[in-house]
């Protein structure tokens, strides 16, 4: 139902952008959020952003990454600007969906990794 573009390998103080689609039919797209999972690290919430557009940013990315979201075409992008080391990991796409208007409860679905690497 997700599928997250982009990520590589950048020199620490570049920039890359990662995206994600939602794909088949929906009735609704509620928040849509980005995670990463360092090597030998939990994963960890980094942004959100919600169906009004309120985003939120967790304080390691925050001035530095950029989210945003485009209701008509069903994707996410997180923009990456001034990458250090401590960004590589892999970055995970999730997004809270009200499938059918039938369903009683919304579902969170999941991207695939993508890598971002930021080497010194």
């Known amino acids: 139902q997700l599928q997250a573009f982009g990520g590589g390998s950048v020199q620490a103080g570049g920039s890359l952008s990662v995206s994600c689609a939602v794909s088949g039919s929906v009735f609704s797209i509620n928040a849509m959020s980005w995670y990463r999972q360092a090597p030998g690290k939990q994963r960890e919430l980094i942004a959100d952003i919600t169906r009004t557009r309120i985003d939120k940013y967790e304080d390691s990315v925050k001035g530095r990454f950029t989210i945003s979201r485009d209701d008509t075409k069903k994707t996410m992008s997180l923009q990456m600007n001034s990458l250090k080391p401590e960004d590589t990991a892999v970055y995970y796409c999730?997004?809270?969906?009200?499938?059918?208007?039938?369903?009683?409860?919304?579902?969170?679905?999941w991207g695939q990794g993508t890598l971002v690497t930021s080497p010194a």
């Open positions: 999730a997004a809270n969906i009200w499938v059918d208007p039938s369903d009683s409860i919304s579902k969170t679905f």
